[in-house]
T-cell receptor
Framework: DAKTTQPPSMDCAEGRAANLPCNHS???????VYWYRQIHSQGPQYIIH???NNETNEMASLIITEDRKSSTLILPHATLRDTAVYYC????????????????FGTGTRLQVTL | GAGVSQSPSNKVTEKGKDVELRCDPI?????LYWYRQRLGQGLEFLIY????????KSGLPSDRFSAERTGESVSTLTIQRTQQEDSAVYLC???????????FGPGTRLTVT
């Protein structure tokens, strides 16, 4: 799986948009970008994923650059409950079995949402 | 619907004892994963089950670790002769199939004294 680079920490004021960047310059054509988060003392939670088009769901938006070498996770109106470590992961998707399905988590970005 | 559940939530054991951790995946999910997370570190893949295929055990750190899964339901992770370095949170995840998003349980916090 391609390596990802994320800033170790970020702060965001409650109610403002949180923009979390991720670099994945060695991503290959069949690798998807996944975002998970882990709130303290809980298991990781799936947020969103995409291949090359921007994606949006009820939790967040994912913006992937045209060259796919970086992406940004956007939480449009951050709340205190969004304080967590956010992990950007790239991995092969589609019709692949075995260890390609496993997730390799790096150190992520610790997002602190403040009043 | 019900998510992934794990039991026990906490386990304290003495060095050298065996422990068994349980995971109940989301109903209908054919893929099941075990991960380990040591304090302050990222997730470490342990083992992967997909339907009736042979499990991928490439992440198991030693032969003291083993896991079983009955069909597409419950899985148990067994650690024999526990060591202090086995202390971690053990997380189970399931997905509808390979390559799909994984849903995690709350984890079992294992402390080996």
């Amino acid at each position: 799986d391609a390596k990802t680079t994320q800033p170790p920490s970020m702060d965001c004021a409650e109610g403002r948009a949180a923009n979390l960047p991720c670099n994945h310059s060695t991503i290959s054509g069949n690798e998807y970008v996944y975002w998970y988060r882990q709130i303290h003392s809980q298991g990781p939670q799936y947020i969103i994923h995409g291949l090359k088009n921007n994606e949006t769901n009820e939790m967040a938006s994912l913006i992937i650059t045209e060259d796919r070498k970086s992406s940004t996770l956007i939480l449009p109106h951050a709340t205190l409950r969004d304080t967590a470590v956010y992990y950007c992961i790239v991995r092969v998707g589609g019709s692949v079995t075995g260890t390609a399905s496993k997730l390799t988590f790096g150190t992520g970005t610790r997002l602190q949402v403040t009043l | 619907g019900a998510g992934v559940s794990q039991s026990p939530s906490n386990k304290v054991t003495e060095k050298g004892k065996d422990v068994e951790l349980r995971c109940d995946p989301i109903s209908g999910h054919t893929a099941l994963y075990w991960y380990r997370q040591r304090l302050g570190q990222g997730l470490e893949f342990l083992i992967y089950f997909q339907g009736n295929s042979a499990p991928d055990k490439s992440g198991l750190p030693s032969d003291r670790f083993s896991a079983e899964r009955t069909g597409e339901s419950v899985s148990t992770l067994t650690i024999q002769r526990t060591q202090q370095e086995d202390s971690a949170v053990y997380l189970c995840a399931s997905s509808q199939s390979w390559g799909r998003e994984q849903y995690f349980g709350p984890g079992t916090r294992l402390t080996v004294t």
